[in-house]
């Protein structure tokens, strides 16, 4: 089981495409908590969810730049998640995924309160963007088997 509290500003990756799923940092409240899985209900599975307030689960693509680093691609599923502790969270992709295949969940804000993620880049976090912990992107690398 991995947890990701902290990773990387941005949206790149380092080192998650090789034999590790997590690289991780101390935070002290905001989380996410999954492993390795195979599709439970064909959704991904979140163990459990840390957030300091309601906000969006988000399932995104990889892609692999060939060099060892992972860039968040495609939004391709996303979930409402309270503030507080979340346990058992899934989130339902909007495509096939294929077996072997690395998927990102990325904890985004509730920015407008009205319509579900309306998150589309990184300039406008006015609406549901990452959420952030001093600068970091709160998200976890897991693999579909």
Excluded: C
């Excluded at 988000?58 to 939004?75: C, E, H, R, S």
Aim: net charge negative; aromatic share 6%.
């Amino acid at each position: 089981m991995f947890t990701a509290k902290k990773i990387l500003t941005g949206f790149t990756a380092a080192a998650l495409i090789g034999g590790a799923s997590a690289a991780y940092a101390e935070v002290d409240s905001v989380s996410i908590t999954a492993k390795d899985q195979a599709l439970s209900e064909n959704a991904v599975l979140a163990d459990r969810v840390v957030a300091e307030e309601d906000g969006w689960l988000v399932l995104y693509t990889v892609k692999n730049d060939g060099n060892g680093f992972a860039t968040v691609d495609q939004k391709i599923g996303h979930t409402h998640i309270n503030g507080g502790v979340n346990e058992n969270v899934l989130v339902t992709p909007t495509k096939d995924l294929e077996s072997g295949e690395r998927v990102v969940l990325m904890l985004h804000t509730d920015a407008t309160g009205d319509v579900p993620n309306e998150f589309e880049n990184m300039t406008d976090t006015s609406k549901d963007g990452p959420f952030l912990v001093d600068g970091y992107v709160t998200m976890l690398v897991v693999k579909v088997k």
